[in-house]
């Protein structure tokens, strides 16, 4: 039983040596004439989307700052709208103003306080409200929606933070000891009261 493998071998490798050795014939081939492109029928070619100047005689492009590739550039603003003769301002759009905020309880059962309006607004009057409520604001980051308040707490100052978060619907004003936990309840419910007496009207 062992005689058939070693002879199908065998015949595998004596198969190998019939083929022809056709590893030379390059050497035969012969040169051809180089390809020739005609130039009759050559036309120019231009960009599918032209990008037009930016730059007019009345508004020309403003070079702000660095050199070589690293230069940047002012666009012109658009030319005011006209509508039935009026000129409308290009910044001229309305803005959600902040309404005046409520306290409401999470879904944990803690104080928030709760208010509609456009998340700058609300920014800049709970800034006005905390000076307004005598409540010393160390520090504050826009970006984190933070505020860095000092609060008195059992005859001495505490540093805690108001966190300004906007949700699908409002934004919700959270007092916190620090990025991880919210403050106590209690303390929650009066400095947000405080800071409601003081709320802009």
Excluded at 91 to 106: C, G, H, M, R
Aim: proline share 7%.
């Amino acid at each position: 039983m062992r005689i058939f493998p070693v002879l199908l071998a065998l015949l595998s490798l004596g198969a190998c040596s019939l083929l022809p050795d056709r590893s030379l014939d390059y050497l035969q081939a012969k040169n051809v004439p180089p390809l020739v492109v005609p130039t009759a029928d050559s036309r120019s070619i231009k960009p599918l989307y032209v990008i037009p100047e930016i730059a007019t005689p009345e508004q020309t492009v403003v070079l702000v700052q660095g050199k070589g590739r690293k230069q940047r550039f002012v666009a012109p603003l658009p030319k005011p709208l006209v509508v039935a003769g009026q000129s409308l301002a290009v910044d001229s759009k309305p803005t959600a103003l902040a309404s005046k905020p409520q306290i409401v309880n999470d879904g944990n059962g803690h104080p928030v306080l709760q208010m509609s309006g456009d998340i700058l607004q609300v920014w800049d009057t709970l800034n006005k409200a905390l000076s307004a409520a005598n409540i010393k604001v160390s520090d504050r980051n826009q970006t984190l929606g933070l505020y860095f308040v000092d609060l008195n707490k059992d005859g001495k100052s505490t540093a805690y933070q108001l966190k300004v978060i906007r949700t699908s619907n409002d934004n919700v004003i959270s007092l916190q000891k620090d990025d991880d936990t919210l403050a106590e309840s209690e303390l929650s419910q009066q400095t947000f009261e405080r800071i409601l007496n003081h709320w802009p009207s």
